[in-house]
């Protein structure tokens, strides 16, 4: 089995203000993928960034970079300088293997992010 | 290029009507197919995913069936909606080549359904 969990419910901050959105996985997966999407208002998901358990190269695109360390099963992602336009509910997700030997995605509760002006 | 089409956008239906929610995959052939549910404040959890034609898996027993009529659509259904079925129901779809990849799952842009 896998578990995702997104210990922060809600989070609000002011504009430009940095915030960090952790992710903790559990999984027995030897290989996997972890993924960050974001939910504007509208609904639809977006998906932000894909990560493999055998890279844990740290990335940065633009105000967002992502921190991967295996070691405590983390996955956290911080936008700098945050902005009103990041505020939406976001999701981090694991692929690995089902019970049933499927792999689909594994998605945390999610963490609304509200930015306050 | 590839799309996914999911409708209705909204929805609103009385307790113990019947419901059909359609999805369907443009642009591949053989996608792993799923449906998500999001209920209020809540995340994201598995409903039913599909490998194939015909060849349905249910993550969590409920009162809503899926079926996968042909190769790029899939259809959520329920014979008696219950209140507790209001949700935000995701289709998504995701590869089947082999690779990373297949990791990856693409969402529709998500149906609102509200059982009265």
């Known amino acids: 089995a896998q578990k995702v969990t997104q210990a922060q419910t809600e989070i609000s901050v002011v504009e430009k203000e940095d915030v960090t959105l952790d992710c903790v996985y559990e999984?027995?997966?030897?290989?996997?993928?972890l993924f960050w999407y974001k939910q504007p208002p509208s609904g639809e998901l977006v998906f932000l960034i894909r990560?493999?358990?055998?890279?844990?190269q740290n990335e940065i695109s633009g105000r967002y970079s992502w921190n991967f360390q295996k070691s405590t099963s983390s996955f956290n992602f911080t936008i700098t300088a945050s902005q009103v336009v990041d505020s939406a509910v976001y999701f981090c997700?694991?692929?690995?293997?089902?019970?049933?030997?499927?792999?689909?995605?594994?998605f945390g509760s999610g963490t609304r992010l509200q930015v306050q002006p | 290029s590839q799309t996914i089409h999911q409708w209705p956008a909204t929805l609103v239906q009385p307790v113990g009507s019947p419901l059909s929610l359609e999805c369907t995959v443009e642009?591949?052939?053989?996608?792993?197919l799923y449906w998500y549910r999001q209920a209020a404040g809540r995340g994201l959890q598995l409903l039913f995913y599909?490998?194939?034609?015909?060849?349905i898996s249910s993550e969590v027993p409920q009162n809503l069936s899926a079926s996968r009529p042909q190769d790029r659509q899939f259809i959520l259904s329920s014979k008696k909606l219950l209140l507790s079925d209001s949700g935000f129901y995701l289709c998504?779809?995701?590869?089947?080549?082999?690779?990373?990849?297949?990791?990856?799952?693409?969402f529709g842009q998500g149906t609102r359904l509200t059982v009265v």
């Open positions: 998504a779809w995701s590869s089947d080549r082999g690779g990373p990849e297949d990791t990856e799952a693409f």
């Open positions: 999984t027995r997966d030897t290989t996997y993928y």
């Open positions: 990560r493999n358990s055998f890279d844990e």
């Open positions: 997700a694991l692929s690995g293997l089902l019970d049933t030997g499927r792999r689909a995605l594994t």
């Open positions: 642009g591949t052939s053989n996608p792993n």
């Open positions: 599909s490998v194939g034609i015909g060849q």
